[in-house]
């Protein structure tokens, strides 16, 4: 039997409509469904990686919120500190729901400023915002679609925001797969636990950053970007009493030490923290995090991520050629991709899979300014983007020749693929 492997950002998806794995996921959701319709065993893996948090991820990222007004709005302030706690509660408002930071491992990080979504909880609703979205006017939005983001988010108070991201990309596929829903088999890739003696990855991902160190510390690093170590720590900024624990935290081999520097994406925050530590002290720090008594906070991120991801991926398909044929897909970026996140995730897969599987990158059409640029995710725009998935793609008849290639090595291409 033919196994196909689709993979696709499931990061959210509770969030913003302007999400680029929006697109993409229906993109997934629709190829998975004429797959299976046409006899493919199809499993459905979704990328839920903690990465950065929630406010930088799905509000900063888009042109409507000017990050460059944020930044010189703390710069120029006479209380950076309390400014950017202003700044922080401001793009807050703008979410769908409201978060609470968690305690990990014994320890409190300041929840005042950006954090990491591992720490993330969600509270409740945000009503200003939904009231606002029941109002909304754009041909895309469907407000009726507010009370099932609404429901959901009430559902999911006290879990973490993780899993509201989950369930919205859930019920997402349901809607788009219809009936082939049950037969799709779905999995998440990268979905960190809740308790950090997993953030690392265990005994596999201790093997990884150890030959990574050490192949830094023996002078192997060759540019800036070779240098940098897939963990962010937590660390404490200049003027705070708790630790800022985010994923653009910098790590990286610094004259022969590890060096961390705090950061967010964009630099709004204007952090100042910076520490420099032996690599033997760092191996401590991911040791004793492993054992379950943490000294400060530590996770995995990009390229580790990457290699995580793909290497799931291709031992899953490996396996599966016992089988039978076997396709992987992975549906990430619109208009292109970021080669520091989906790009390194492609290099890891065209590395790690077999020349008898094969594999394609696939990305939408450059449709972003087309989405609604309002908060609420993807349900109040998945039955719009879903009238039309073939034309998601970049180009016309990208969605029916890449079911063919796959399809016609296996069964008869009888499926009406715009069905």
Not at 8 to 16: D, N, T
Not at 256 to 262: D, E, M, P, Y
Not at 278 to 299: I, K
Request: aromatic share 6%; with cysteine; charged share 25%.
């Amino acid at each position: 039997m033919t196994t196909a492997i689709l993979l696709v950002e499931a990061r959210g998806q509770s969030v913003h409509c302007r999400e680029d794995a929006c697109a993409n996921l229906v993109q997934a959701a629709w190829l998975a469904r004429q797959l299976v319709r046409a006899g493919v065993d199809v499993r459905l893996r979704l990328i839920a990686d903690a990465g950065q948090s929630i406010e930088e991820y799905s509000i900063l990222c888009h042109p409507e919120d000017n990050a460059e007004s944020f930044k010189e709005r703390i710069a120029t302030a006479a209380d950076p500190r309390e400014t950017r706690y202003g700044v922080v509660r401001d793009l807050r408002a703008r979410l769908p729901f409201t978060t609470y930071a968690v305690p990990a491992g014994g320890m409190e990080i300041e929840d005042r400023l950006f954090y990491s979504p591992l720490v993330a909880r969600i509270d409740s609703v945000n009503d200003d915002v939904l009231l606002t979205l029941r109002d909304a006017v754009h041909p895309l939005f469907d407000p009726s679609a507010v009370d099932e983001v609404e429901m959901l988010i009430r559902a999911h108070a006290g879990k973490p925001y993780l899993d509201l991201d989950l369930a919205v990309a859930q019920r997402a596929i349901a809607i788009i797969t219809g009936d082939e829903f049950a037969a799709i088999d779905i999995a998440t890739v990268s979905r960190p636990e809740d308790d950090p003696r997993h953030w690392l990855h265990e005994e596999a991902g201790r093997t990884l950053i150890e030959n990574d160190l050490l192949r830094k510390q023996e002078g192997e690093s060759a540019g800036f970007h070779d240098r940098l170590i897939g963990v962010f720590a937590s660390i404490t900024p200049n003027g705070e009493e708790r630790p800022y624990f985010n994923s653009p935290t910098c790590c990286r081999v610094e004259h022969g030490k590890v060096r961390l520097i705090a950061r967010d994406r964009f630099n709004v925050l204007g952090l100042a923290a910076s520490e420099r530590m032996t690599f033997d002290r760092f191996r401590e720090l991911l040791d004793a995090q492993n054992a379950g008594v943490a000294q400060r906070l530590l996770a995995i991120k990009y390229p580790h991520t990457a290699r995580f991801v793909a290497a799931s991926v291709a031992a899953e398909a490996i396996a599966a050629a016992d089988d039978g044929p076997v396709h992987v897909m992975f549906i990430d970026g619109v208009g292109g991709w970021n080669p520091t996140t989906a790009g390194q995730i492609d290099v890891e897969l065209r590395a790690g899979l077999p020349d008898a599987i094969t594999y394609d990158h696939i990305t939408a059409r450059d449709l972003y300014d087309e989405l609604p640029p309002f908060a609420g995710g993807i349900l109040p725009v998945v039955n719009a983007l879903a009238a039309n998935p073939p034309s998601l793609f970049e180009t016309g008849g990208l969605a029916e020749s890449l079911l063919h290639s796959l399809i016609d090595r296996v069964v008869p291409a009888t499926n009406n693929f715009h069905s």
